[in-house]
């Protein structure tokens, strides 16, 4: 039987980033994965935005995605190849009144929380995106912080340098990943961070209450006419529907995302249609666009929007539930990891842990499987 330092189960940007970061502490590591970047890292968007992706009521979360997000710029220059890292800022607006209203209530409680949200007026807005509807040039905001990355770059990236074992994990106990090939694994310490299906792997002790968040999103291509189409990632609040657009350095675009919990993880019509509808509400030029690729995966969400993450038993760490965050959370995921693999624990990240659930019965009614 093989055996290493570390086996981490799961290869989406997560898993990938921790195993990554941990070959590069000198330990020797696996990361197991049938489809490695084929779940929910294939469809993301890859925005670094600790700003606008601020909800309500998630002061913790924002609190890792602000240190996960500190962590951005010396992760990238560690990683051998470009990964799509874009620091130009991200603009916010609203259609009509009503979604500007509640706009300005979510940017008040953002520069509450202490993050630098530069209001736009009218002329402000077209300056920046000389695309947008005019309709739309009313007012807006800058969030400069909001940064992004190409997820699928960044996957091929970290797994040029990893061993990886293209199968199934079906069990983890003592030491021990057993694989859907038949084959075993031993390794000192086992990472389970293999999404939404970490909630059905036989051995895991803590009860995962992880849920199926589907997005469906779009990438299309942009004609050489209509270049540059945006210079920012651009958000918008259409109607009450959120819907966010970001400019590649290749000059095409990605169009998302919904979110559904309707248990289908084919790409929704409807969802599609309102993506399409809402993004060339704000940017009419969305009509001129070449539609390449559609793709629906499901986001493994948690009761609290915030991840489940860390040691559960001895060798055996837990690091899923990274909802709408995956991408931003590599790096602090990782760092994380990598200091419990040392046998350090920062006190900040105990809200996190896997089993805080446990006490109050998981709300599986909301499941959809
Ligand atoms: N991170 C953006 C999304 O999940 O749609």
């Not at 559904?260 to 309102?274: I, L, M």
């Not at 793709?295 to 539930?321: F, K, Q, S």
Request: charged fraction near 20%; aromatic fraction near 6%; proline fraction near 7%.
């Amino acid at each position: 039987m093989q055996q290493y330092d570390v086996a981490v189960i799961g290869g989406g940007i997560v898993g990938l980033g921790i195993a990554w970061q941990v070959k590069c502490s000198g330990r020797k590591v696996l990361l197991i994965d049938p489809e490695p970047a084929g779940g929910a890292t294939y469809a993301a968007a890859g925005m670094l935005a600790p700003v606008t992706e601020f909800h309500y009521q998630e002061q913790a979360l924002q609190e890792l995605m602000l240190a996960a997000w500190r962590l951005w710029p010396e992760f990238v220059g560690s990683l051998p190849g470009d990964v799509g890292y874009r620091r130009s800022g991200t603009v916010l607006l609203g259609a009509d009144p009503a979604d500007r209203a509640l706009l300005a209530d979510l940017v008040a409680a953002q520069s509450l929380a202490g993050l630098p949200v530069q209001s736009l007026d009218s002329t402000a807005l077209g300056e920046l995106e000389p695309m947008l509807s005019p309709q739309l040039r009313v007012s807006g905001y800058f969030a400069q912080a909001d940064h992004q990355v190409d997820p699928r770059r960044l996957a091929a990236v970290l797994l040029t340098g990893l061993e990886v074992r293209r199968v199934g994990a079906t069990a983890v106990r003592s030491g021990i990943v057993d694989l859907d090939d038949g084959g075993q694994i031993r390794a000192a310490e086992v990472i389970v961070a293999n999404g939404l299906a970490a909630r059905s792997l036989p051995g895991v002790p803590v009860d995962l209450p992880l849920r199926a968040v589907y997005g469906d999103i779009l990438r299309l291509e942009v004609p050489e006419q209509l270049q540059p189409l945006l210079r920012h990632t651009l958000r918008a609040m259409v109607r009450g529907n959120p819907v966010y657009l970001i400019p590649r350095p290749d000059g095409s675009v990605v169009i998302g995302a919904t979110q559904r919990e309707d248990g289908r993880p084919g790409a929704s019509a409807g969802g599609v249609y309102q993506l399409l509808r809402d993004a060339q509400t704000v940017l009419p030029a969305v009509a001129e666009l070449t539609l390449s690729e559609v793709t629906a995966r499901a986001r493994p969400g948690t009761p609290d929007n915030a991840p489940l993450l860390g040691r559960v038993a001895e060798g055996l760490i837990i690091a899923t539930g990274f909802y709408r965050h995956g991408v931003l959370l590599t790096p602090i995921a990782a760092e994380i990891c990598c200091e419990l693999l040392a046998g350090r624990a920062d006190p900040r990240w105990a809200q996190f842990a896997p089993g805080r659930f446990a006490a109050a019965p998981s709300d599986r009614t909301q499941e959809i499987r």
